[in-house]
């Protein structure tokens, strides 16, 4: 009698992280998040990535060994590495892999500028926005943005960097001349009263909003991001505020996206949209499993390809 061959068992679902280090706390909870729900993980730097290039067959190379089999991918990818971390977005795309945060949506989401195009075009509010090329009246540009004090901001720029408030003409004129020099496109914003030193974050998983806070600034600080010492407290969204976060990401194409709301006395308004959020702070703040609610998001696009390979 011949023996019985026990079955096979399964391999689980690979989900690839694409991120620079293990140890950063979004990255560690992806990754607890995807065992937890049954995936194997790898967590991929995108700068170690080798992209090879065939007809009809798009490969990625990590260390000598080719990345196969990816169910899913998550892009964790930092401002410092867009352009690469892109490139292996685009190679995995091309070899039919879901992505969460395709590469056209993050590449929108980087571009100030651009988004608030799209948003803009799209009847999202947001502040009043002026991209100041070089030259022309300093007054006009004021005036374009509702005044004195107004926002000043680097078109590329993280987590409060490159954000600066001018009070008078002189320090528009100064910020701008120097920006100008050093080779900066900048753009000038309103500046909204009522929510001076705070805002909300709201982060959007899918079709919904997964957790929100109110982010409030440190003494003497107006930027309330938490990398400059900002505090954040959890916060149960007005249904207007998920409604203006949610249509914020899909006008992006943004599966996954931090989106930052002013609380102007007229409504939310949108300010920036971040396709890389972090959420330690978020979970911190509200005790929500953040990590989980994107997790299962990414489980959902993993499910819905294999069933269209599948038909």
Request: with cysteine.
């Amino acid at each position: 009698m011949a023996p019985v061959k026990k079955a096979r068992r399964a391999r689980r679902p690979l989900l690839a992280v694409l991120s620079r280090k293990k140890g950063l706390y979004s990255t560690r909870r992806l990754v607890e998040a995807a065992r937890a729900r049954g995936f194997r993980s790898r967590v991929v730097d995108v700068l170690a990535c080798n992209l090879v290039l065939e007809a009809g067959e798009p490969r990625i190379f990590l260390a000598g060994e080719e990345l196969r089999d990816v169910a899913v991918a998550l892009p964790r990818i930092g401002a410092s590495v867009t352009t690469a971390g892109l490139a292996v977005v685009r190679q995995l795309e091309a070899q039919g892999v879901p992505v969460v945060n395709r590469a056209a949506a993050i590449a929108h989401s980087r571009d100030k500028l651009r988004a608030l195009q799209l948003l803009a075009a799209a009847g999202v509010d947001i502040p009043r926005t002026v991209l100041a090329r070089g030259g022309g009246d300093i007054k006009e540009l004021i005036g374009h943005v509702g005044g004195l004090p107004a926002i000043l901001k680097l078109i590329q720029g993280t987590q409060g960097v490159g954000v600066m408030i001018a009070h008078s003409e002189a320090e528009v004129d100064s910020i701008l001349s120097t920006m100008w020099n050093l080779g900066q496109e900048i753009l000038l914003q309103e500046f909204i009263a009522e929510s001076r030193g705070r805002d909300v974050r709201a982060l959007v998983v899918g079709d919904r909003v997964a957790g929100a806070m109110r982010r409030e600034a440190k003494s003497g600080e107006f930027r309330s991001n938490l990398h400059r010492g900002g505090e954040g407290t959890g916060l149960e969204l007005p249904a207007g505020y998920a409604h203006a976060a949610v249509r914020a990401a899909r006008v992006l194409g943004l599966d996954v996206a931090g989106v930052d709301l002013l609380e102007a006395e007229a409504g939310p308004k949108v300010m920036e949209v971040n396709s890389s959020p972090g959420f330690e702070g978020l979970e911190r703040a509200t005790g929500l499993d953040i990590a989980g609610a994107i997790v299962d998001h990414a489980a959902h696009l993993a499910s819905g390809a294999r069933r269209a390979m599948a038909l």
